[in-house]
C-alpha cells in the first residue's frame, strides 16, 4: 500500500471532518485527501488569529484554491486569554485549546463529526503542548495513524500537486516571542513587518527573534554570508520595524530555536495521541 492510499484509508470510517488547516505541507495535505475521500462532507478551516501574518493567510487561501476545497476562515481570540499572552512553555497548549473549542462549536453547529490535523511522525520529538491539546480535545491525526513521517508527507503532496510540498515549516509569530516575554498585538505586529521587510530584501526562510529592544535575525545558513554583505539595509529594515538594536545570529536559522528554555524547565516531548474516531465534545 502507498503512503497516500495508507492516508486515505486512515479517513474512511468518517462520516465527515473539519480539517484544522494553516496552509502548510501537512495540513494541506490532509485537507486535499480529506477532499479526495469526503468531498462536501469535508470543510478546511483557518484561523486569522493576531499571531498568523497576512502572508501565511494569503498562502493559505492561494493553496486551497489550488486544491479547488471549501475554507471557512475564522477569527480565533487565543490572545484574549491570559495564560496564553503569558508565554510559559506551554503556550502552545492554551493556543491550540483555543483553536479546537471553537472547531469543536462549529462542528456542532454544522453537522461535522471529527476534526483532523496535521500532525506527523517527526513532530513527535520535540517540545509540542499544541500535541497534548489535540489529545484533550479528541482530534484525529490522519497522517500519524497512517505512520507518515515529513519525507513521505511531502511526497504525498508532490503526487497531489500541491504546490506547498517543498514549502519550509512555518509558525506562528508568537513563537518568536521567548518564553516569559507577554504575547502582545503590537510585538507581533513588529516581528511581522520585521520579517516582511527583510523578505524584501530578498531573503525567505527566515526569523526575526524579539528580545525588547533587539531583533536576533535567524536567516538560513545559505544565506549567512550573503546578509552580512546586507548588514546595514538589514538593520535599517529592523529598525524601521522598531527595534533599536539588530543582531545577525550567526548559527543561522534553527527551528526551535528557543525551545531549549522549555528543555531546562523540564518539559518532555509530548507522546503521539491516541486516535479518537468521534469528538467525545460533540457527542
Request: charge should be negative; charged fraction near 25%; proline fraction near 5%.
Amino acid at each position: 500500500m502507498t503512503p497516500l492510499d495508507r492516508l486515505l484509508q486512515a479517513m474512511t470510517d468518517v462520516p465527515s471532518a473539519i480539517v484544522a488547516y494553516s496552509g502548510g505541507v501537512d495540513s494541506a495535505t490532509v485537507a486535499a485527501a480529506a477532499w479526495r475521500t469526503l468531498g462536501e462532507r469535508m470543510l478546511a478551516v483557518m484561523s486569522a488569529s493576531e499571531s498568523v501574518s497576512s502572508a501565511e493567510l494569503d498562502n493559505a487561501r492561494r493553496v486551497a484554491g489550488e486544491i479547488g476545497m471549501p475554507l471557512r476562515v475564522i477569527e480565533t481570540r487565543e490572545i484574549e486569554d491570559p495564560d496564553y499572552v503569558r508565554n510559559d512553555s506551554d503556550r502552545c497548549f492554551y493556543c491550540k485549546s483555543t483553536l479546537y473549542r471553537d472547531l469543536a462549536r462549529l462542528a456542532g453547529d454544522t453537522g461535522f463529526t471529527v476534526i483532523f490535523n496535521g500532525t506527523n511522525l517527526d513532530d513527535l520529538g520535540d517540545h509540542r503542548p499544541g500535541l497534548e491539546a489535540a489529545r484533550h480535545a479528541g482530534v484525529r491525526s490522519p497522517l500519524l495513524e497512517a505512520g507518515l513521517g515529513k519525507a513521505e508527507v511531502r511526497a504525498i503532496a508532490r503526487e497531489l500537486g500541491i504546490s506547498a510540498w517543498d514549502r519550509p515549516a512555518t509558525a506562528c509569530l508568537a513563537s518568536r516571542l521567548p518564553f516569559g516575554m507577554a504575547v502582545t498585538r503590537e510585538r507581533l505586529r513588529q516581528v511581522e513587518r520585521a520579517e516582511r521587510l527583510v523578505a524584501e530584501l530578498g531573503f525567505a526562510g527566515h526569523r526575526v527573534r524579539h528580545h525588547g529592544e533587539i531583533a536576533r535575525l535567524e536567516i538560513p545558513e545559505a544565506a549567512i554570508d550573503r546578509a552580512f554583505a546586507l548588514r546595514s539595509r538589514i538593520s535599517a529594515c529592523l529598525r524601521e520595524a522598531g527595534f533599536r538594536f539588530a543582531a545577525l545570529d550567526l548559527d543561522g536559522y534553527r527551528q526551535g530555536s528557543l525551545n531549549p528554555v522549555a528543555a531546562a524547565a523540564g518539559k518532555e516531548p509530548v507522546a503521539a495521541p491516541e486516535p479518537a474516531h468521534l469528538l467525545p465534545t460533540l457527542g
